[in-house]
């Protein structure tokens, strides 16, 4: 398993001087540190979890967002979610895995679920263009994310600044 942190940290309980200084910096946070342990005691249980990789985690107030490389996705959920229940046990929050995207739409649409972009478009404003995320209205309120901690989440795992509209 490939974590923020390395696999001679991972076994322990201690950081070594490497990760410890990518925590100083702000590079990796707590959080990261607390689930990438704890998915790789589930690797022993779970063997998808080995040959996956986890470039992230953020926290939310309601939700604990994974992000993972593309294509590892479904090896941190596991049948029927059974790996997440786990984690979301452990941790006391909801737990949504996305996978990083080369694409913005795949990572915006994992971060939206269940809910469908309708649309994104390019708005163009006096202080610039910005990119406008279009979701349903009946899906208002159904994402356990708000619009804020949606719209930083998008930033900071795309680069990208969207904003999200019900309509």
Same mark, same amino acid.
């Given at each position: 398993m490939k974590a923020p942190i390395c696999n001679?940290?991972?076994?322990?309980?201690?950081?070594?001087? +490497?990760?410890? @200084?990518?925590?100083?910096n702000g590079e990796i946070s707590e959080l990261e540190?607390?689930?990438?342990? &704890?998915?790789?005691? =589930?690797? +022993?249980?779970? #063997?998808? =979890?080995?040959?996956?990789?986890?470039?992230?985690?953020?926290?939310?107030e309601n939700v604990l967002v994974i992000v993972t490389a593309e294509g590892d996705g479904a090896k941190v959920v596991g049948r029927g979610g059974e790996i997440v229940k786990e984690i979301a046990d452990q941790v006391d929050k909801s737990i949504r895995v996305v996978e990083a995207s080369q694409k913005d739409?795949?990572? &915006?649409? #994992? =971060? =939206?679920?269940?809910? @469908?972009?309708?649309? &994104? +478009?390019?708005?163009?404003?006096? @202080?610039? @263009?910005?990119q406008k995320v279009v979701v349903p209205e009946e899906y208002e309120g159904k994402i356990n994310l708000s619009i804020d901690e949606l719209e930083s989440l998008i930033q900071k795992i795309t680069g990208t600044d969207y904003e999200i509209a019900f309509e």
């Open positions: 001679v940290c991972l076994k322990s309980d201690v950081l070594c001087s +490497n990760c410890e @200084e990518k925590l100083e540190i607390k689930v990438s342990r &704890i998915l790789k005691d =589930l690797s +022993n249980e779970y #063997g998808s =979890l080995r040959d996956s990789e986890i470039k992230h985690v953020y926290d939310t739409r795949a990572v &915006i649409q #994992g =971060l =939206l679920s269940p809910a @469908e972009i309708q649309s &994104i +478009n390019t708005v163009f404003k006096p @202080e610039g @263009e910005s």
